[in-house]
């Protein structure tokens, strides 16, 4: 009888641990098979423009776009890389995946896309792949080909992978109708995956990942990984890394979105507002930019949002001064483009209505959404982001990042922001709204959890005027995965904002320690932010003349 009860429990054992195995209660790595073949197609290095819902662009908004493309690499000293001889080669590749891999009845598959970048021919040997992983969540991987391409001549022997995550893009986008109501857009979507949409989750977009680098790893696409996420592709990363602790080779963090229960939902006095304080305080510190703005800049910034809730000297909301604020200071190229806005509509004579309104049209095809993103009666408006989904945005965020937005804390906190903080309303304002008539809900053992054991060190880098991820989210993220037993280093980026990729002290700190595979530490950068705007004056006269913030050309900053 012993011998059969022991012989009982071991079958038990081994079915629960099948059973344990299956379930969506265990955070486990990918056994997908092996892919049998990945087909890689040559296209253009930049994704060409096809999103419908774009109006042509105008001569003027032709020359920004260009701009806005390309002053980047201009700006890292990599002038080479413009001439045409020099524009880097890639590939892209149309693989099927499972669509959720955790139901085994559902067949189904998604298409994943992936674009490889290099500098002109593939190189032989491939040391090394090197991942950049969009934001988001929602985001296609169009806005990483830019960087692909700039970090692309520091590394000849790599090959950088750039994916549209599932649900975005070219991997099967998955969006509603234009102006489609969210009920119907909902019960379409559930029936055309058969009631698995919860299968564009976080887990099952690091799992396609996981699947290509293993691939790649054993068929000459590179030995050594590099694992590169900004923003929500942080999240992603982590994400990786609890599945396939030992797969990477190095890893890199920037702009902290941590896997805490509300990312977002904190209070502004104490989370958001640092990284906008330090940008305005770095303007009262130089003396060309407090001419401008006066010894308390930030103060002036609030009054004037302030002064447009109630009138306007010219066609904008103090909601759209908010949305372009945060836009212009993402990138520090662009930050002037901020301080020049709060100066011209706090005086706002006819010459500098003429000259936002001028602006912020040349501009807007390449802004995001600034109008309310959801209309409860309409369904989620239209995105300008090429080939994003605000579906899979409002999936992710509502189960995995903002879960509980409807709460008494949150009202206040949205309050208190609007009262008190006008330069720092946030944007799950209009999560809170639109979440009465979301429906779809899951839950992910993964989500809540650090990556612990990780093999490769883990570098994360956060910008010090960072006005979209909080510092806070930086030192969660530090901690959480120093607490897992992981080789962090934590590395605060001196005048950058959100993604220090975008600054020379980012790329080349980022470069340094993907070379050295995390063993260079970082060091102190010295650049400075250039408040008068002439190097991308220089850069765009056509659009932008010779001074942002004055009208007369006797009193202009020269351009040349």
């Known amino acids: 009888k012993m011998m059969k009860m022991m012989r009982n429990v071991i079958v ?4 629960l641990s099948v059973a344990l195995a299956e379930s969506e209660d265990v955070c486990q790595p990918t056994n997908d098979p092996a892919l049998k073949g990945v087909t890689w197609v040559s296209c253009p290095a930049f994704t060409p423009d096809t999103n419908s819902k774009k109006r042509s662009m105008s001569p003027e908004e032709e020359v920004v776009f260009h701009e806005l493309t390309h002053t980047l690499r201009r700006s890292f000293g990599l ?18 995946m499972p669509l959720d891999r955790d139901n085994s009845s559902n067949t189904q598959t998604i298409n994943y896309f992936v674009k490889r970048i290099y500098t002109s021919t593939i190189p032989t040997p491939t040391t090394m792949q090197i991942w950049l992983h969009q934001g988001g969540p929602g985001l296609s991987g169009v806005a990483m080909e830019s960087v692909a391409s700039f970090m692309a001549p520091f590394f000849p022997s790599a090959v950088f992978y750039v994916p549209d995550a599932r649900g975005t893009g070219r991997s099967t986008l998955t969006v509603c109708n ?13 029936s055309l995956y058969n009631g698995d949409v919860k299968a564009f989750r976080t887990t099952e977009v690091a799992k396609d990942m996981i699947t290509m680098m293993k691939y790649l790893k054993i068929n000459g696409g590179g030995s050594k990984i590099a694992l590169y996420g900004i923003s929500y592709g942080t999240y992603v990363v982590n994400r990786l890394l609890q599945l396939e602790p030992n797969l990477t080779d190095v890893n890199i963090l920037d702009g902290s979105v941590p896997p805490s229960n509300d990312v977002g939902i904190n209070d502004p006095v104490t989370t958001e507002i640092p990284g906008t304080i330090n940008f305005f305080a770095k303007c009262a510190a130089d003396p060309f930019c407090s001419s401008k703005l006066g010894a308390n800049p930030l103060q002036l910034a609030q009054s004037v949002v302030n002064k447009f809730r109630s009138s306007q000297c010219v066609a904008i909301s103090a909601t759209q001064i908010q949305v372009y604020t945060l836009y212009f200071t993402t990138q520090p190229d662009f930050a002037p483009l901020a301080t020049a806005l709060f100066y011209r509509l706090n005086r706002c004579n006819k010459d500098d209505q003429k000259w936002v309104l001028e602006r912020l049209s040349a501009l807007k095809n390449f802004l995001p959404p600034i109008d309310s993103v959801v209309n409860p009666s309409k369904g989620i408006a239209d995105n300008n982001i090429a080939e ?4 899979i945005n409002f999936l992710i965020t509502y189960n995995e990042l903002y879960t509980t937005t409807n709460s008494n804390a949150t009202s206040t906190v949205v309050a208190n922001a609007q009262q008190n903080y006008p330069m720092f309303e946030n944007s799950y304002t209009g999560y809170t709204q639109f979440k ?22 883990i570098l994360i880098l956060h910008g010090d005027i960072d006005t979209y991820t909080p510092l806070q989210y930086a030192s969660e993220f530090t901690q959480g995965l120093s607490n897992k037993g992981n080789n962090v280093t934590f590395f ?8 220090t990729v975008y600054t020379d002290c980012g790329v080349n700190t980022a470069v340094n320690w993907i070379t050295s595979l995390g063993t260079q530490q970082p060091t102190a950068c010295t650049a400075q932010l250039d408040f008068t705007g002439t190097p991308f004056i220089r850069a765009n006269p056509q659009s932008f003349g010779t001074d942002l913030y004055e009208n007369s050309p006797a009193s202009a900053v020269k351009a040349g």
């Open 12 to 15: 038990l054992c081994c079915l």
């Open 79 to 96: 002038s080479a890389i413009e001439a045409t001889s020099a524009v880097p080669s890639a590939d892209c590749s149309n693989t099927a």
């Open 178 to 190: 234009n102006n489609e109501e969210i009920t119907a857009c909902t019960n379409r979507l559930q």
């Open 388 to 391: 994003s989904s605000n579906f």
């Open 436 to 457: 009465t008539v979301w429906s779809i809900y899951y839950t992910d053992p993964c989500d809540l959890t650090y990556a612990s054991n990780v093999r490769g060190p």
């Open 492 to 499: 605060l980026v001196s005048n950058a904002a959100h993604v």
